[in-house]
């Protein structure tokens, strides 16, 4: 409570001040607007007061107008707002302007002249930048200045003055999103922190239809059809949204208009050239003294795209139906930011694993009968080819019957990274299907989201990765308005139904029984208690299938508008994240520590995972986990320092030795050499050790592909219940307003409760190893002499075989027996003799899991901002606080649980418009604190990051508007950095677009 003891003041003292401060001001009727320099200045012609009243409703709807601001223009003290009814009465003197503003309309005025009734039409103001309408709040058209929720949009102009590469390059700069930018195109959003590889906290909306991946859950916007041409705007709700978008939407919604047909008549055809600059294969081997750009390999760091959106209305000869088509679509290649992964194998056998069976594959892409398969040289293809079309048709009946059918599809090729490693994506497609239509007050959708990942697979192990899932959904909604327009209710029901298809690689065991529903019901009603004084109370019930729980997700919303262009609130959500089907249904091999210990992902059963306790002899009788070993007998659980075990252990790892001593060498398993070559390396190294070797535990730092000290947090190591939602509770004070004509504020202050927080894929089981500093102390005298004592002969064959050889790190000084002390060195710092791993891993396997962890708290600000000058320029900032960054937990192999997100995130940015000429100029900055990182294979700590982009945007007037040619620069000064641990390294980017009208 701390911090909130320091922001609740000043919000109270905001509160007050812009309350006092709206009855004083003119009325904000446009942002834009410039400042008058000369005030007028009224002289009264007498003293006498009328009275003035009337009715005021809306000109196009007839519909009364609540809360109209009515005053006096030299005295703003002095006035009133329209009633339920749009009723008013004001007396002022004669001579005096009485002034009427209502958000979105035209001013009014009126000069007294005598007691009268005013009754007044008032009309709409066109484009007024405070009249902005969005949808994505109450799933309904409200103005974003009156909605009970922190919402923020990007709207085409945004987006025609930037040449983006995707949806997340036009939010990046948005208060409250974090960008996680893992390529060119590829880039995971997030709201108000937790992020991390395939992120799902952020429920992503086209047109209304979730638009996730159907198995995953995940927000992959490169896979998305929709072209920059036909985005209205982008809506991104921060906060809960679970009342009426159900479980899921509990960080926030980003939302993605497209034009309608029947609203934009255009043909365009662009083409966009880039080019990124030249870094170097490793992420180790760059100089970040001198970046420098480099014409070597020019043509494989271009990037080229070419599309098309045309929409047209369709002649028909009935007055009262309206017929509208749209088509876009894009092409796009390129080569991505090169990911740099050392720890990559140089050659792979692909395989498919479909429950117990596993299918290796030949070069041609068969499988071989033996059993066997062959390997294949294991390089990453960073070439980008993705191709996509969207379509859609409207029908209009006199206005108030709507129908829309829509589609699209997605090809796409390029490496994607995953919680457990990269993916090669070849040819993975993405469908859509959607119908909708819309009568009076009534909605009614159903769509179709569908996969095809056709050849991709895992690079690390060569695992195919098949996914043929589907979602469907069908979803209604009404509303309502009672007691004079004083409430509205909105209610409805949505269903989902997920249907995960894999073949065994990803869903394995699971694969024939991981299909979820899920059902929700909502009601919401805005209460107007007064013109400036509303409530907004919602409810939603929700059950699905795999929780097999019903999850009740209130929300309350207190809405006070002191005055025209303010609006303050109070809102209290509970919301619910439901595991994903992976979290439940995943099981698939990520990778293999020799001999028989496997890395897998693996989804946590409805049992949760239970270890093997036992009264630990050798810690005192203290009751800890057990360990299983590859090494011995199937099944059986050992103690933690076991010395009986020591002889069975080391002889495990010989094995192991051996084999990759022959891998290494790149011998093949038939070869005829690898006798010979495992003959001599039980000649050098010792084939028993003293049972007084230590037994110590690690973990496996899979971003570093090495062990470290875990310790003794296995001493907590504690039985996992099943997995639940993760139950969150936010409390959020905010404020939104226009000062003055030209300074656009939004400040929102909030605290969230997570219940049962579950957290990213993590490794769940330490590996048990011996104490290497202690073995290698008994090992390397004996090594030495070993190795001394070789026949003459092998010695000169192995000098040539290891002192010589960059491969195995030879120095040339004579002697071989150095080197093979170093192997055998690291050997036994990377080879376990078991893992303290649950009975339901079905072995000595490690497990990459989805958990809860328990309950956390975070407080936070967002803060956001705009001031429009005069001349055409304008001014943003905003500012995101986290009060934390990672959790303590002990029962984490780790010891904590990271939110994969910045405590401090700052944005700039100053933007020029000359519209007699048709020039834009932006330049933004942002800046972002380090932060520690653990998700799935990827642990470590980000650092801190800093860019700056550049927009150009010309539209020449002469050529009346036809041509638009619009110059991006991303990290203008090509400072090279990661935005995320395991993403490639990122630096500056080029990109021009070239946009003809027709």
């Not at 892409?365 to 294991?378: C, I, Q």
């Not at 656009?744 to 190893?769: E, F, H, I």
């Amino acid at each position: 409570m701390k911090h909130a003891s320091k922001v609740i003041p000043f919000f109270l003292i905001l509160f007050f001040s812009v309350s006092l401060f709206a009855q004083k001001q003119k009325d904000t009727s446009t942002l834009k607007e410039k400042m008058k320099e000369i005030p007028q200045v009224f002289t009264r012609k007498s003293n006498k007061e009328f009275t003035i009243k009337g009715t005021i409703l809306d000109k196009k709807t007839k519909d009364p107008l609540i809360g109209v601001n009515i005053f006096v223009e030299t005295d703003k003290l002095k006035g009133t707002v329209t009633d339920f009814d749009g009723n008013y009465e004001l007396k002022a003197n004669e001579g005096e302007v009485i002034v009427f503003t209502y958000m979105g309309l035209k001013e009014e005025r009126l000069t007294v002249t005598q007691t009268q009734t005013f009754d007044l039409n008032m009309d709409e103001d066109v484009g007024n930048m405070m009249d902005e309408v969005v949808v994505s709040v109450g799933r309904k058209k409200e103005k974003a200045l009156d909605a009970p929720a922190s919402i923020v949009s990007v709207d085409a102009a945004a987006i025609k003055n930037k040449a983006g590469l995707g949806v997340t390059d036009y939010i990046k700069n948005s208060s409250g999103v974090q960008i996680l930018q893992t390529g060119v195109q590829g880039g995971q959003p997030s709201v108000r922190g937790f992020s991390g590889y395939f992120t799902s906290d952020v429920m992503s909306l086209t047109d209304t239809r979730v638009a996730k991946l159907p198995n995953t859950g995940l927000n992959m916007y490169q896979m998305m059809t929709t072209t920059d041409a036909d985005i209205e705007r982008i809506e991104i709700l921060k906060g809960p949204a679970a009342a009426l978008y159900g479980p899921n939407a509990n960080q926030g919604v980003i939302h993605i208009i497209t034009k309608s047909p029947l609203k934009y008549q255009e043909i365009k055809f662009w083409t966009s050239i880039g080019a990124r600059v030249k870094i170097k294969d490793t992420l180790t081997d760059i100089n970040r003294l001198n970046p420098k750009f480099d014409y070597d390999k020019f043509t494989q760091r271009m990037l080229f795209s070419m599309g098309f959106y045309v929409g047209d209305t369709i002649h028909v000869k009935n007055p009262n139906v309206k017929m509208g088509i749209k088509v876009s679509g894009q092409l796009f290649t390129g080569h991505d930011w090169r990911y740099s992964d050392l720890f990559d194998p140089s050659s792979v056998i692909k395989f498919k694993a479909s429950g117990d069976t596993i299918y290796y594959e030949r070069p041609d892409g068969s499988y071989d009968p033996n059993g066997t398969g062959v390997a294949v040289k294991n390089e990453r293809d960073e070439k980008i080819l993705n191709g996509q079309v969207d379509t859609r048709y409207d029908i209009q009946i006199k206005e108030d019957f709507n129908v829309v059918l829509a589609g699209g599809v997605n090809v796409s090729n390029g490496i994607i990274p995953s919680p457990v490693g990269a993916m090669q994506n070849k040819n993975w497609t993405y469908s859509w299907a959607q119908v909708r239509f819309t009568w009076k007050n009534l909605f009614v959708q159903a769509y179709m989201n569908g996969n095809n990942s056709h050849n991709t697979f895992f690079v690390p192990v060569g695992g195919r990765y098949i996914d043929k899932s589907h979602m469907y959904s069908v979803q209604a909604q009404h509303s309502s308005e009672f007691f004079k327009k004083r409430i509205n209710l909105i209610y409805g029901f949505d269903a989902f139904f997920t249907r995960p298809n894999t073949d065994g690689t990803l869903n394995g065991k699971y694969e024939d029984k991981d299909a979820i529903d899920e059902y929700g019901v909502y009601l919401q009603g805005d209460y107007k208690l007064h013109p400036r004084f509303s409530v907004v109370v919602a409810t939603r019930l929700d059950y699905n299938t795999a929780v097999k729980k019903l999850l009740f997700s209130p929300k309350v919303a207190l809405v006070y508008k002191p005055g025209t262009g303010h609006n303050l609130r109070f809102t209290f959500n509970r919301a619910f994240k439901n595991p994903a089907s992976a979290a439940y249904y995943v099981d698939v091999k990520q990778g293999e520590i020799p001999q028989g210990i496997e890395v897998r992902n693996v989804g946590t059963p409805s049992t949760g995972f239970n270890y093997s306790f036992n009264a630990n002899p050798n810690y005192g009788g203290e009751v800890l986990p057990q360990f299983a070993s590859p090494y011995g007998t199937s099944g059986q659980f050992h103690d933690v320092g076991d010395a009986s075990f020591n002889a069975t252990g080391w002889e495990g790892i010989l094995t192991a030795i051996r084999g990759q001593f022959g891998l290494r060498a790149d011998i093949e398993n038939n070869s005829p050499i690898l006798p010979i070559i495992n003959l001599v390396v039980n000649s050098i190294v010792p084939q028993s050790i003293p049972n007084d070797i230590n037994q110590v535990v690690k973990n496996l730092n899979t971003g570093k592909q090495l062990f470290e000290s875990n310790n003794d947090r296995w001493k907590k190591t504690q039985d996992i219940a099943k997995l639940k939602p993760t139950t969150t509770y936010t409390y959020e004070l905010g404020y939104k307003g226009v000062i003055g004509k030209m300074f656009g504020m939004q400040v929102d202050v909030y605290r969230t409760d997570y219940k049962n927080y579950l957290a990213p894929v993590q490794l769940l089981t330490p590996a048990v190893m011996f104490d290497d500093a202690q073995l290698m102390d008994y090992l390397a005298p004996r090594i030495i002499d070993n190795y001394n004592n070789l026949n003459p002969v092998i010695q000169l064959a192995m000098n040539a075989f290891l002192d010589q050889s960059v491969k195995f790190g030879g120095n040339n000084n004579g002697t071989a027996s150095d080197e093979f002390v170093k192997l055998i060195r690291q050997a036994v710092q990377n080879l376990p003799i078991g893992v303290i791993t649950p009975k339901e891993a079905g072995g000595p396997n490690m497990l990459l899991v989805t958990r809860n962890i328990g309950d956390i708290s975070v407080y936070g600000v967002d803060f956001n901002s705009n001031l429009y000058l005069p001349k055409g320029i304008s001014l943003s900032a905003n500012y995101s606080f986290v009060d934390k960054d990672s959790v303590v937990v002990d029962s984490a192999p780790l010891g904590y649980v990271a939110l994969n997100s910045p405590k401090h995130r700052v944005n700039v940015g100053v933007n020029y418009t000359a519209e007699k000429i048709g020039l834009n100029v932006g330049v933004k900055f942002k800046w972002a604190a380090g932060y520690p990182v653990l998700s799935g294979n990827f642990i470590g700590r980000q650092v801190a990051t800093h860019d700056m982009d550049l927009d150009i945007s010309y539209t020449p007037k002469f050529m009346k508007d036809h041509y638009n040619v619009t110059i991006s620069l991303s990290n203008l000064y090509n400072r090279k950095q990661q935005y995320f641990v395991g993403a490639p390294v990122i630096g500056l980017m080029g990109v021009c677009k070239m946009t003809y009208t027709l």
